[in-house]
C-alpha cells in the first residue's frame, strides 16, 4: 500500500485575501487521500542576511526544520513584476543556507500560479522553476499550472465555483502524487 506523503505549501502572497491562497486551499481539498497538505507560513521569516548564519533567527530555524520533514514541495504563487514575489523568495533563499545545508534538495516540487492577469503569473512560475534547479527540486514539468483569471474562480466565501478548474487541479494533484511516488524519497 502506498504510504502518506507530506507536502509543505508555500503561498507566495502574504496577502490577507489572497487569491493564491485561495488556490491553495483549492488544491489541498481537491487532492488525493494519500497527500496530507499544509500551508507553511512565510511571513514571519526575517530578511535573509548572511550574518545571520552564525546565530540565526528563531524563524528561520524553525522554517528549515519544517522543510526538511517534509515529503514534497507545492508552491503557489503570484506573479510580481513578471517575477516571483520578494516574500517568496526571501522563504527560498532561508531554506537554501547555510551553504551546503539547504533544506530543500531533493524534496519533489510542483508550481502552480495564479493571477488575475490573462497568462496566470508565467513568469513568476518560470523565475521560480529557475531557482528550482539550482536548489536541486526535481519540478513537475506536466501539466503546466498558470492559472489566468483567477479573480473570478471563487466567491465570497473562498470556494472554488469553476468545474473546469476544480477538474484540471484535481488532476494536477494526482498528476503530483505520481511525481512523488517517483522523484521522493521511498
Ligand atoms: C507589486 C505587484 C506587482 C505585480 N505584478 C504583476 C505581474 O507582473 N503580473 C501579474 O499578472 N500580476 C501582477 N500583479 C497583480 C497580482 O497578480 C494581483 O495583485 C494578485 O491578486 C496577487 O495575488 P494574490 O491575490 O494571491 O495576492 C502585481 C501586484 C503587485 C502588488
Redesign the pocket.
Known amino acids: 500500500m502506498e504510504k502518506t506523503r507530506n507536502v509543505a505549501v508555500i ?5 490577507k ?5 485561495k ?1 491553495a486551499n483549492a488544491l489541498a481539498e481537491l487532492s488525493p487521500a494519500r497527500l496530507e497538505l499544509s500551508i507553511v507560513e512565510i511571513a514571519q521569516l526575517p530578511i535573509y542576511n548572511q550574518d545571520g548564519d552564525d546565530k540565526p533567527p528563531a524563524e528561520w530555524t524553525a522554517f528549515r526544520e519544517r522543510i526538511r520533514a517534509t515529503d514534497a514541495i507545492l508552491f503557489v504563487t ?6 516571483v ?1 520578494a516574500a517568496l523568495k526571501n522563504a527560498i533563499d532561508v531554506g537554501s543556507r547555510p551553504y551546503g545545508k539547504s533544506a530543500w534538495s531533493g524534496k519533489p516540487g510542483a508550481v502552480v500560479s ?4 490573462g ?3 508565467f ?2 512560475n518560470h523565475h521560480l522553476r529557475q531557482s528550482l534547479v539550482f536548489l536541486n527540486v526535481p519540478a513537475m514539468a506536466q501539466p503546466e499550472a498558470y492559472i489566468g483569471g ?2 473570478k474562480l471563487f466567491d465570497a466565501s473562498g470556494k472554488l465555483i469553476n468545474d473546469g478548474t476544480r477538474k484540471f487541479l484535481e488532476s494536477f494533484m494526482h498528476a503530483f502524487e505520481a511525481w512523488i511516488a517517483a522523484k521522493g524519497r521511498q
Open positions: 503561498v507566495g502572497s502574504l496577502r485575501d489572497s487569491i493564491n491562497r488556490v503570484p506573479e510580481h513584476n513578471r517575477s514575489p495564479a493571477s488575475p492577469g497568462i496566470g503569473g513568469g513568476a483567477a479573480d
